[in-house]
């Protein structure tokens, strides 16, 4: 797997440990990475911390997101995919999207390219949160 | 004009006066202010730091979002647009859409309602710091 995804996979690991919810993001640009982050909801009491947030928020005022691909654990909301076609982000590698479908077709319809990994260990990691943290992941997806 | 918006005005005009971009927004919870913020990505070097986030960030993790009211002093993003629908803000109000025009079908779409109330502060304020600022309202949307 790509060093870039086994970043994000181990943001989303951090965030576990530290009894936050498991997904990562690493935002890269030519090549590098530029910004990583995971959702830091549960540790900064921040309902706005999705990992996608997190993650460009570290990468700090790059000016343009034309080089870049946001590489994330788990297909993004509204929220967060809302900030990639904002910032005109135009790939994103997604590493599953079972758990959370998202809405492809609001990206697709704004020109971001999504590639779905649909990768064991990302699904794994939600499928186990989720069912023993069913309140905190609605409350995340704003469902409560 | 209702306390609301003008407090989001409010928000506009400190964030000027600390060299940010005016742009302010209120949540408002059953009659009652429980976030205020304004637009700090110069202040904060954070991109993510829009009105619409900062303010629902500061509202703290507060469950569901069905009693609330956005009010905002021009019309959202996508990236706010898509906070505001994820989390079920079911209706905003907004300052002008005339310097932005935002989306308003993606939010009609997602059953928000959005009253415009097309304030002539709103759009001076707006007007005039695009007129000085291209470059930093540019990359404020993502269209460096």
């Given at each position: 797997m790509e060093e870039s995804m086994e970043t994000a996979i181990e943001e989303a690991k951090l965030s576990l440990q530290e009894g936050g919810i498991p997904i990562g993001s690493v935002l890269m640009c030519d090549g590098k990475i530029i910004g990583r982050g995971h959702n830091r909801r549960v540790q900064n009491g921040d309902p706005l911390a999705h990992a996608e947030i997190e993650c460009i928020r570290n990468a700090g005022r790059i000016g343009s997101y034309s080089n870049t691909i946001l590489f994330t654990t788990l297909m993004p909301c509204y929220l967060c995919s809302g900030a990639i076609v904002q910032f005109g982000i135009e790939k994103i590698v997604v590493g599953?999207?079972?758990?959370f479908k998202g809405d492809l077709e609001f990206l697709k319809d704004h020109w971001v390219a999504v590639d779905d990994w649909d990768i064991d260990e990302c699904i794994e990691l939600m499928e186990e949160f989720i069912k023993k943290n069913p309140t905190l992941w609605n409350e995340d997806i704003g469902k409560l």
């Open positions: 599953e999207s079972r758990t």
